[in-house]
């Protein structure tokens, strides 16, 4: 059974701090997917990581792949308040078109 | 239309009851999905469809149940309501020909079985 798990499942940075966010799956994938989630929100896309060694940035946000490690990794440099949300990876499963999610990190951000 | 779109919004439903969950997508994707949100537990998949006429059963399948008759509309149906499925509901779409098969999601519905 294909589990994708995410930690921290809670953070609590403040501002102008880096981290990272972990995401650990469980078997062979095509393709991993970071997403953004406002309160009460939809699910917005972040990245799309189609290979390994694959690294994308946008803003304060880097994201990476290890397929061989199975590991992504989502960098926040230099926090700040509107990064304030929760934070999804999930997994397309290998010829499939399944998607498997991480249970979230939930980010809160400190002025 | 632009997108995803779900109906309803948010619904109070009393146990036993029949309810269908409406999506609809333009960007004629061929893939849709039904997830459902708790809290905690993240995106579970309850059902999917590759194309138009075909659906499959994601991690949570039990007491749902889906149709896709033509591309661009994917209803879920709860049969008879139970209060452990009081959740958020998004559907999602995607086109699985495309390198990225990148998903893109409805606003949700939020359903409460009484």
């Known amino acids: 059974e294909l589990k994708v798990e995410q930690n921290p499942l809670f953070l609590s940075m403040q501002e102008e701090k880096n981290y990272t966010i972990y995401c650990n799956y469980s078997?062979?994938?095509?393709?991993l997917y970071w997403y953004r989630q406002d309160p009460g929100k939809s699910l917005e896309s972040l990245f799309v990581l189609l290979s390994n060694g694959a690294v994308k940035q946008e803003g304060r946000l880097m994201a990476s792949l290890d397929t061989k490690a199975r590991l992504s990794t989502l960098h926040i440099t230099a926090a700040v308040h509107d990064l304030s949300a929760t934070y999804f990876c999930a997994v397309l499963t290998s010829g499939t078109y399944k998607y498997i999610f991480g249970t979230g990190t939930r980010l809160k951000v400190l002025a | 239309i632009a997108g995803i779109t779900q109906a309803p919004t948010s619904q109070i439903l009393a146990a036993g009851r029949r309810m269908t969950l409406r999506c609809t997508q333009d960007?004629?994707?061929?893939?849709m999905y039904w997830y459902r949100q708790d809290l905690g537990l993240g995106l579970r998949l309850i059902h999917y469809?590759?194309?138009?006429?075909?659906?499959g059963k994601g991690e949570v399948p039990d007491g749902y149940s889906v149709s896709r008759a033509n591309t661009d509309d994917f209803p879920l149906t709860l049969a008879s309501a139970v209060p452990s499925q009081t959740s958020v509901y998004f559907c999602?779409?995607?086109?699985?020909?495309?390198?990225?098969?990148?998903?893109?999601f409805g606003p949700g519905t939020r359903l409460t079985v009484l």
């Open positions: 960007m004629r994707h061929n893939a």
């Open positions: 469809s590759n194309t138009a006429g075909t659906t």
């Open positions: 999602a779409s995607s086109q699985q020909v495309s390198s990225y098969n990148e998903q893109f």
């Open positions: 078997t062979t994938s095509d393709r």
